[in-house]
């Protein structure tokens, strides 16, 4: 009698399967404040497409092509940082071994060779991905397709190719991803961009800046020693804090101003008064305090209360007759 010895899980290489913990550090995919911004697309659709069979296929679609994004520009990033020795200076010898374990080149679990390989491979699976979506989506206008595309190749030059953050659009992507991963699937779903999609995708795009320039702020040394640009690395000290200071006061006016120009309900900003609460919080603890960490976590979950809030207001605003104009 042939025993069967099958066993599945021998179909995955054995080296491949005892470097997948670190392939998944590498892809950083506990970074997910990028991917939040499509449940507030999908909060703003109307009642009536929100569960329409098209439209989730086409944001489950976009969901995996931004995910894919995301590993190949952090691959890509991590390679640059390593060749360069920034990340040896930022991520040091002194640093907790829980941080120093989401760069597994420095800690050699992987090569330069293996995290490019990986990379490419995520960037051409995000290309595949961002096409199907396209494809599939309901009312896709030539912008939404352009911003899909310039989101795309701008995230994966971060810093590989163009290398645009050290040429000083560090602040610029950082804000401009996420305003892009808001606007382009609301267009491609629905063909249009109204006014208050418009805020909400700017209020979005601010969240992660909102906590990138923190970050910026603490890997300065690293960043100066390679020749990155970013507002820490070209400003003075007390430069950077204002930069930081006007970022998040244009946050509060864009929030603020956005009834007065008829693009959102009046009580919005009441309902966003949380968000600018803890944005003046934020602001205290880093630039009054200089406690950089800190603050750069509290950046990180006001971005994520801020889509909550959002994700509420615009339930509610559909559901008390208002509609997104």
Known sequence: MIKNHYRPALLVPTPLRRKAPAYVRLAKLDIFDYYLGLLIVWSLLPAEARLDGRVLATLALFLLSEISIVAATVSFDDVTGYRDGSDAVNYGPDA?????????????????????????????????????????????????????????????????????????????????????????????????????VVVQALVFGM????????????????????????????????????????VSLLQVLLIVGAPLVNVAPWWFPLAMLPIIALRARQLDIGVRRHDILVARKLGITTHRTAVVVLVVVNLVYAQVGGGVS
């Open 207 to 246: 969240g992660p800046l909102l906590f990138g320039v923190y970050s910026n702020t603490n890997d300065v040394t690293g960043d100066a020693k390679v020749g990155r640009w970013t507002a820490a690395t070209m400003l003075s000290a007390r430069g950077n804090a204002v930069t930081i200071a006007v």
């Open 96 to 196: 907790p071994a829980r941080r120093l374990a989401r760069k597994p080149l420095l800690t050699q679990e992987l090569t330069p060779a293996e995290a490019t390989r990986f990379g490419w491979v995520a960037l051409a699976t995000a290309v595949f991905l961002s096409a199907a979506a396209i494809a599939v989506a309901p009312a896709p206008p030539t912008w939404a397709v352009v911003v899909t595309a310039v989101c795309l190749a701008a995230a994966v030059q971060w810093s590989w190719g163009l290398k645009l953050s050290h040429h000083g659009f560090n602040e610029a992507i950082l804000a401009g991803v996420g305003v892009g991963w808001l606007l382009a699937p609301y267009g491609l779903i629905t063909g249009a961009a109204p006014g208050f």
